[in-house]
C-alpha cells in the first residue's frame, strides 16, 4: 500500500543504532524522546472524543517499535523496500499521531488541529492524509486481514525483506475475520508478518490459555510481555522467528483500555 503523501517528506535521516529514547532504524528523533515528551504531544491534541485511555494503552509498544525496530521514516514512505505499519486499533490515534510527529513525518504543530473538520489527522486515521499511515482504520477486525494481505503481496512481488506490522486491540478478537487471517497467515508460513496486541482486558470473550494460545494453536512465533516495558518489548519485537509468523502480547492496565 503506497502512501500518497510524499510532498511532506523529509529528508532521510541517518541511520543509527537504536536505544531507550534514542535514535533508531528511523533515525533522530526531533522531539519527543522520552515517555514524558509524548505524553506532552498527546496532550496538544485536545479535539472531542479523543480516546485519550486508547491512546495511552499503544504509546510504549508504538514508540519501541518506531524508534528501534522499523524501517520506515519520512525519506522512505513510497519505497518498495519500507517496513509497513498498519493501524488496526485506529479509534485511538492520539499515539499514533504523537509518534509519527515525534519522529519527522509531519510538524508538531499540527497535532494542535487533532479532530478539527479542515485537518489532516482526524479521529481515525487516512492513509491518504497522513504522512506515513499505510491504512485509513478504525472499523475493527480490517487491520490483521489487511496485514496478510500486504505480507502475502510483497512476497508475490519477491520482496522478502521488508517487514510488516499490524498493531490491533484484543477486543478486536470479538471478530472474526482475525481468526480467519490468524489461520491463512500460520499456514502459509508468513514470516515477515509480526502483529501486536494491546492486551488491556477489554475484549467480550476470553480465550482459554491466553490470547498468545490462540495464534500458537496456528503455528505461530508468540511472546508475551509487560506493554509498558520498553526493553522487554524490543526483546519481543527483534526475537527470530524462521518460517513462522511472530505475534508479540502486550499486556497493559485494564483502566488504560
Given amino acids: 500500500m503506497t502512501n500518497h503523501s510524499a510532498a511532506h517528506a523529509a529528508t532521510a ?17 526531533p522531539v519527543g524522546t522520552d515517555r514524558a515528551g509524548l505524553l506532552d504531544l498527546v496532550a496538544l491534541m485536545t479535539g472531542d472524543e ?52 515525534a519522529k519527522g513525518f509531519f510538524p508538531v504543530e499540527l497535532l494542535h488541529s487533532f479532530g478539527a473538520y479542515d485537518s489532516p489527522l482526524g479521529h481515525h486515521p487516512d492513509r491518504l492524509l497522513v504522512p506515513g499511515a499505510e491504512i485509513g482504520s478504525g472499523s475493527l477486525g480490517h487491520g490483521l486481514p489487511l496485514a496478510v494481505g500486504t505480507a502475502l503481496g510483497l512476497r508475490a512481488q519477491g520482496l522478502t525483506g521488508p517487514a510488516v506490522w499490524v498493531l490491533i486491540g484484543d477486543a478486536e478478537f470479538d471478530e472474526g475475520s482475525n481468526h480467519e487471517a490468524v489461520a ?29 494460545a490462540r495464534f500458537a494453536g496456528e503455528g505461530w512465533s508468540t511472546a508475551t510481555v509487560d506493554g509498558r516495558d520498553h526493553e522487554q518489548l524490543y526483546r519481543a519485537f527483534t526475537a527470530p522467528h524462521p518460517g513462522r509468523p511472530h505475534v508479540v502480547v502486550a499486556r497493559t492496565e485494564p483502566k488504560y483500555s
Fill in 13 to 29: 535521516p541517518t541511520r543509527a543504532p537504536g536505544g531507550p529514547g534514542g535514535p533508531g532504524p528511523g533515525g533522530p528523533s
Fill in 50 to 101: 479523543k480516546h485519550s485511555p486508547a491512546a495511552h494503552s499503544t504509546l510504549d509498544a508504538l514508540w519501541v517499535l518506531y524508534d528501534r525496530v522499523l524501517d520506515v521514516h519520512p525519506g522512505n514512505v513510497d519505497a518498495p523496500d519500507r517496513d509497513r505499519f498498519l493501524l488496526s486499533k485506529g479509534h485511538g490515534p492520539m499515539a499514533y499521531y504523537a509518534v509519527l510527529a
Fill in 184 to 212: 491463512f497467515a500460520g499456514a502459509y508460513g508468513l514470516d515477515r508478518l509480526h502483529t501486536l496486541v494491546i492486551d488491556n482486558s477489554s475484549a467480550t470473550h476470553g480465550w482459554s490459555g491466553g490470547i498468545a
